[in-house]
C-alpha cells in the first residue's frame, strides 16, 4: 500500500475499474446490550444496506425488550420502561435475518455485533443467512490510516463525518456506512483483499449467568457492568505443547480465539473441567490454539503462527475432549 494513499472525499466517484470478487453487498450493522457477557442481551439493533461499491440502499432500526435489567443506561440511553413496549427480539429476527442474508457484515469490532446477534438469533431458533463478516477495526489497520486509536468517532473524524448520537445503533450505524464507504474506495483502489471472515451460527449456548463483582448495574459507569469470570487454578503441571495426532493431556494450556459453534464459555467451562488450563493469551508456552479461523487477525491467531504454537479448530478440539489423559505421577 503506498505510503502517501490519501482518503477520497466523500461522495467522490468509486474507482473503476472495480476489483474482481468484491462482496456484491454489505449490511453494516450496530447493537447496543445490556452488557459483554455471554448471558447479556441485545437492546437496540440497526442495519444499513449499502450496494457493492458502498452506496446505501436503506436502513432500519428497532429497540429490542431483553426481557431484564437494560444495564448500561448511561451508555444507550435506554431506560427499562422505554424498552417495556418494544419487540421481543423473536418478533424482529425474520425482518433482521432478511437484511443481513446474502451480504457481509459490516461492523466496527465486528465478532462482537456477530456473537451478540448469533446468541439471540440462537435463542429464537432461528439463524441468518449471512456468511462472512468484515471488521471495519481490520480494514483500518489494513490501509495504514493514519489514525491515533481504532475508536469509531476518530475514524469517523479522520473521513469527516460527524456523529450526532453516540452509542445510538441508529446513528452509529450511519456513521460507520459513510466511514466504510471511503475505506472500500480505498481498499478498490488499491485492490486491496478485503478481510472476510467467517460468520459461524451458535448452535450450543447456555444462558446462566456469567459471575459479575459487585453490583451488577448501577447509576454510572463504575459499577461493574463487564462480565469478569476468574476460573480456579489448574492443578496440573503443563506437559507441553499438544503433538500432531496426540492426545489432549490434562494441565495443556489451550487459548481459544474467533467464532465458536459452541459458546465460548462453554467450551472454556468444559477445558476446565476436564483438567486443561484456560489460558487467555498466546506464548510459547501455550498447548494448542481453537480457533475455526487459523488465518485470522487476531492477537492469538497471529501469536500462534508467530511462535508455531499448534492450532486445531472446535470440531478437533471437542472430538480431543472427550479422551483426555489424565496427568502423569497426580493420580493414583
Not at 473441567?273 to 497471529?302: F, M, Q, Y
Request: hydrophobic residues 40%; proline residues 11%; aromatic residues 6%.
Amino acid at each position: 500500500m503506498p505510503d502517501n494513499l490519501t482518503a477520497n472525499p466523500l461522495g467522490a466517484a468509486p474507482p473503476t475499474p472495480w476489483p474482481v470478487g468484491y462482496p456484491e453487498g454489505y449490511a453494516v450493522v450496530d447493537v447496543e446490550t445490556t452488557g459483554l457477557g455471554r448471558d447479556d442481551r441485545i437492546v437496540s439493533a440497526a442495519v444499513y444496506r449499502l450496494d457493492a461499491r458502498g452506496e446505501v440502499q436503506d436502513h432500519w432500526y428497532s429497540p429490542v425488550n431483553p426481557q431484564r435489567d437494560p444495564g448500561p443506561v448511561w451508555i444507550h440511553g435506554l431506560t427499562g420502561t422505554m424498552l417495556a413496549d418494544a419487540p421481543l427480539f423473536p418478533e424482529i429476527a425474520a425482518e433482521l435475518a432478511d437484511r443481513l442474508a446474502g451480504r457481509v457484515l459490516v461492523a466496527h469490532n465486528a465478532v462482537f455485533d456477530w456473537s451478540m446477534l448469533a446468541r439471540e438469533f440462537a435463542r429464537a431458533g432461528t439463524t441468518a443467512a449471512v456468511q462472512h463478516r468484515l471488521c471495519t477495526i481490520v480494514l483500518t489497520k489494513a490501509l495504514g490510516l493514519p489514525l491515533a486509536n481504532h475508536k469509531l468517532e476518530t475514524l469517523a473524524a479522520h473521513y469527516g463525518v460527524v456523529q450526532r448520537r453516540a452509542h445510538h445503533a441508529l446513528d452509529d450505524a450511519r456513521v460507520l456506512a459513510e466511514s466504510f464507504r471511503p475505506s472500500l474506495h480505498l481498499a478498490a483502489e488499491a485492490e486491496l483483499p478485503l478481510p472476510l471472515h467467517p460468520c459461524l451460527p451458535v448452535t450450543e449456548w447456555s444462558d446462566a449467568p456469567a459471575a459479575r463483582p459487585g453490583r451488577l448495574y448501577g447509576p454510572g459507569p463504575r459499577s461493574g457492568w463487564r462480565p469478569a469470570r476468574r476460573r480456579p487454578p489448574c492443578p496440573y503441571p503443563n506437559p507441553g505443547r499438544l503433538a500432531p495426532g496426540g492426545p489432549l493431556v490434562q494441565g495443556m494450556r489451550v487459548a481459544f480465539t474467533g467464532d465458536t459453534g459452541i459458546d465460548r464459555e462453554l467450551l472454556e467451562d468444559r477445558a476446565t473441567e476436564a483438567g486443561l488450563h484456560v489460558a487467555t493469551s498466546v506464548s510459547r508456552l501455550t498447548s494448542l490454539l481453537v480457533t475455526n479461523d487459523p488465518g485470522g487477525p487476531t492477537t492469538k491467531a497471529v501469536r500462534a503462527r508467530q511462535v508455531g504454537t499448534p492450532v486445531i479448530d472446535e470440531r478437533a478440539f471437542t472430538e480431543l475432549l472427550k479422551a483426555v489423559v489424565p496427568a502423569q505421577g497426580v493420580h493414583g
